[in-house]
């Protein structure tokens, strides 16, 4: 059974930086598709970035894209967010996913495709 336990959200100004980590256990880190997913209130999930399993291919949301960076640390069996001029719409509770298959790339913004999660972070950017 795959466990993730995201950390790290907490109130930031309008361009601070921060990094979200999700520690995982259960299987090897390398061997899972990871993503992360945000939601704000009465807001849908939304996907924010993603990490293949294996050679760790990424992908972002145009959103986020050139601000947010996905990454992991295989010795630590953590993924990591890394977020930077972080602006007020980006305030929500931030998840990160998982699943033990291996879902293609199309599908990887889906919160449907993955199996696992974690409990969520809350970042709050405000001045």
């Known amino acids: 059974q795959v466990q993730l336990v995201e950390s790290g959200g907490r109130l930031v100004q309008p361009g601070d930086s921060l990094r979200l980590s999700c520690a995982v256990s259960g299987r090897t880190i390398s061997t899972l598709p990871l993503a992360w997913f945000r939601q704000a209130p009465g807001k849908e999930r939304e996907f924010v970035a993603a990490l293949k399993k294996g050679q760790g291919t990424t992908y972002a949301a145009a959103s986020v894209r050139g601000r947010f960076t996905v990454s992991r640390d295989n010795g630590k069996n953590t993924a990591y967010l890394q977020m930077n001029s972080l602006k007020p719409e980006d305030t929500a509770v931030y998840y990160c996913?998982?699943?033990?298959?291996?879902?293609?790339?199309?599908?990887?913004?889906?919160?449907?495709?993955?199996?696992?999660w974690g409990q969520g972070t809350q970042v709050t950017v405000s001045s």
């Open positions: 996913a998982s699943d033990s298959g291996s879902p293609i790339v199309s599908s990887l913004p889906y919160a449907s495709t993955y199996e696992y």
